[in-house]
């Protein structure tokens, strides 16, 4: 198996992604006495446990983990909770010998999608809303929606003082649809249709970017490939 050298970098904690390319031009990295100046040129792990940074061995910071959770409804995005609720953490089962957070939140009574690292650097991109990454939703409610609903939710309302805008919106049926959003605040979908006098019935996440639920289980997870991983990265 091949690394791209800007990926190993930059999930090493060396710097950003984005200030790899700069970094290599300084032709301060080599991996066998070799120069490396590409940012997409790549290596074996046994290539690159051989590399240097300013002449001196680099030994790659923590490990990384990275998990993919189907949350139920009826789990907490924490890591402790005062009043025992059960937390979607303890559904993996290495969070007993490692320490991971949840990647952003789905709320107690929300389902699907959620993410686990304890790569701060991966977390900070998926969560910050400047890195614009789409989110989607499927939402089941307790009436036909009204499509100059949607309309104005793709136009974007002032609730509250608070300004909420999707970016996009698939009708399903009478009575759901798939919401993409880039910045989700908190609570934005159930607010939203309150906001028109719908009650959220189910709220389920399918999508962060490029990574998909797919056909994961109710409690069930699994790791992210080294592929669905640069998917992310590839922003950093």
């Known amino acids: 198996m091949t690394m791209r050298i800007d990926n190993f970098l930059a999930v090493s904690g060396l710097c950003a992604r984005r200030k ?5 031009q300084e032709q301060r990295a080599a991996i066998d006495d070799k120069i490396i100046t590409e940012p997409g040129e790549r290596f074996t792990t046994e290539q690159l446990a051989n590399l240097t940074i300013n002449g001196k061995h680099f030994k790659a910071g923590n490990k990384f983990y990275y998990f993919m959770l189907n949350k139920p409804e009826g789990y907490l995005s924490a890591n402790s909770d005062g009043y025992g609720r059960p937390l979607a953490v303890n559904l993996i089962k290495e969070s007993k010998q490692i320490r991971i957070y949840n990647v952003g939140r789905l709320d107690y ?3 699907g999608l959620l993410l686990f690292t304890n790569d701060g650097a991966f977390t900070k991109i998926v969560s910050h809303p400047s890195s614009m990454i789409e989110k989607e939703y499927y ?3 307790d009436k036909p929606i009204a499509k100059i609903i949607l309309a104005k939710f793709k136009t974007g309302l002032n609730i509250d003082g608070e300004f909420y805008k999707i970016k996009n ?8 649809v798939n919401l993409i959003l880039t910045e989700g605040k908190k609570r934005e979908i159930r607010l939203l249709f309150k906001h028109f006098g719908y009650q959220v019935t189910l709220l389920k996440r399918l999508r962060i970017g490029g990574l998909k639920l ?4 109710a409690g069930s997870y699994r790791a992210l490939t080294k592929e669905e991983i640069e ?3 590839e922003n950093l």
Not at 20 to 24: C, G, K, S, T
């Open 20 to 24: 790899v390319a700069n970094f290599l």
């Open 109 to 111: 009574n929300s389902c």
């Open 139 to 141: 939402v089941k409610v």
């Open 169 to 176: 919106y698939h009708h399903m049926t009478n009575y759901s």
């Open 214 to 217: 797919g056909n994961l289980t």
């Open 231 to 233: 998917l992310i990265t």
